[in-house]
């Protein structure tokens, strides 16, 4: 899989959006850009993927650049509980050897009162 | 909403005894996996598993770890004789995962098994 950069840390205001970049600047035509976060050493909770449109769901939405070489994750109105570790993970989206996850260091985000 | 459920949430063994985990994956999901996580660092994949043998593992899965579908539910992960660096959270995850650029092969992770090796 190819390889993201995310920074380490962001803060964010309650009730404001939170937009966390990712850069997958190595990333393949049949890889697609995950989101995960992980809130106090739970398991990794799903948020979004996308291939090359921009997503929106429930959670989130997802912009990925024309030339997919960097993405950004944004929560509308972040709350206190959406303090988490934000993972950005590209995978090629079939079973198999080339379809896990492989997690980085993330960026942590602290919502703020 | 489906989800994978994993015992025990929290297990302290003594160090060279046999430890397992379980986890019922989510129902109709083809594809299986375990990933741990040590205290303070990245979650890391251990092993895939699909039809009933392994697809894919790492370096950390070493002869000590194995895994097994006994029956049509469970998946369980098994460490024999476990190290005091074993220590760690485990997670279960799984995923529908049928066919290429299937846009649904999305993986979906338990709450894991927090695992003391004492």
């Known amino acids: 899989d190819a390889k993201t950069t995310q920074p380490p840390s962001m803060d964010c205001a309650e009730g404001r959006a939170a937009n966390l970049p990712c850069n997958h600047s190595t990333i393949s035509g049949n890889e697609y850009v995950y989101w995960y976060r992980q809130i106090h050493s739970q398991g990794p909770q799903y948020i979004i993927h996308?291939?090359?449109n921009n997503e929106t769901n429930e959670m989130a939405s997802l912009i990925i650049t024309e030339d997919r070489k960097s993405s950004t994750l944004i929560l509308p109105h972040a709350t206190l509980r959406d303090t988490a570790v934000y993972y950005c993970i590209v995978r090629a989206n079939y079973g198999g050897s080339q379809g896990n996850l492989i997690f980085g260091k993330g960026t942590k985000l602290s919502v703020k009162p | 909403e489906p989800e994978v459920t994993q015992t025990p949430s929290h297990q302290v063994t003594q160090m060279g005894q046999e430890v397992i985990l379980r986890c019922v994956p989510i129902s109709n999901h083809l594809y299986f996996y375990w990933y741990r996580q040590i205290l303070g660092q990245k979650v890391e994949f251990l092993v895939s598993?699909?039809?009933?043998?392994?697809?894919?593992k790492s370096e950390i899965f070493d002869d000590q770890f194995s895994v097994e579908r006994p029956d049509g539910s469970n998946f369980t992960l098994k460490i024999r004789s476990t190290k005091l660096e074993d220590s760690a959270m485990y997670f279960c995850a799984s995923s529908a995962g049928t066919g290429l650029f299937f846009s649904g092969n999305t993986i979906y992770f338990g709450e894991g098994s927090w695992l003391t090796v004492v």
């Open positions: 996308g291939l090359k």
């Open positions: 598993f699909y039809n009933n043998e392994i697809s894919e």
